[in-house]
């Protein structure tokens, strides 16, 4: 049961202009997200959070957004970099008995191209 | 500053053969800890986590294990590899439920 998914397993995007990654969730309990950014062999970066009280947070060239009411998060980038090449994962903290648990999507793999 | 520590970098394990990976870290107490998998083209896997010593839970039933002997100290084990527990383990580790976790560099495991 994939209770965070990624429906767009690639993404490509022309340097400078923004680039879109969704997500979406199944349980309208969760209530803290992440983005995070990943490079091959790496472990995961953390880029940005958000709890479900707010519906945008902002850093730098990356925006968070929630929409609570269908349940999905997208992470705006702009402008994208080629730099900004890379697996992005968003994630889910758990609820009740579970609030440790941080349950991870299956991945965004966006190229930008210079 | 916290750093987290987790090796080797890579290792090449005939099947049947047992597992040990260690993470450790450093600058903080009482860290919840993470083991994830990612295994070729998929996400990342929660496979145990741990909220203090001795305290494990698990996530999805299979061949390995994890314990936490000490406070900033998280083992992931096996007693026989299987073809199937090949992939990228990376542990991780944050304060609590409201934070961000920080990952290592990853445990690239490969069963022949």
Redesign the interface.
């Given at each position: 049961d994939q209770q965070v998914k990624q429906n767009s397993p690639s993404l490509s995007v022309q340097e400078g202009r923004i680039s879109i990654l969704n997500c979406d969730y199944t349980n309208s309990m969760f209530d803290y997200f992440l983005w995070y950014k990943k490079y091959p062999a790496e472990g995961p970066t953390f880029l940005i959070s958000i709890s479900s009280i707010k519906d945008k947070n902002e850093d730098g060239r990356f925006t968070v957004f929630l929409n609570k009411s269908a349940k999905h998060l997208s992470l705006h980038i702009v402008p994208s970099q080629p730099g900004d090449s890379a697996v992005y994962f968003c994630a889910a903290k758990g609820y009740g008995g579970a609030t440790n648990k941080l349950i991870f999507g299956t991945g965004t793999l966006l190229a930008v191209q210079p | 500053s916290q750093t987290i520590h987790?090796w080797p970098a890579t290792l090449v394990q005939p099947v049947g053969s047992p597992l040990s990976l260690e993470c450790t870290v450093e600058g903080t107490s009482n860290p919840?800890l993470?083991w994830?998998r990612q295994a070729a083209g998929?996400?990342?896997?929660?496979l145990f986590?741990s909220?203090g010593i001795g305290q494990i839970?698990s996530?999805v039933p299979q061949n390995l294990s994890a314990s936490r002997p000490q406070d900033r100290q998280f083992i992931l084990s096996s007693k026989k590899l299987l073809l199937s527990d090949s992939g990228?383990y990376?542990c991780?580790w944050?304060h609590?439920?409201?934070t961000?976790?920080?990952?290592?560099?990853?445990t690239?495991l490969t069963v022949v």
């Open positions: - | 987790q919840n993470y994830y998929r996400g990342l896997q929660l986590y909220v839970s996530e990228f990376l991780a944050r609590g439920p409201n961000e976790a920080f990952f290592g560099q990853g690239r």
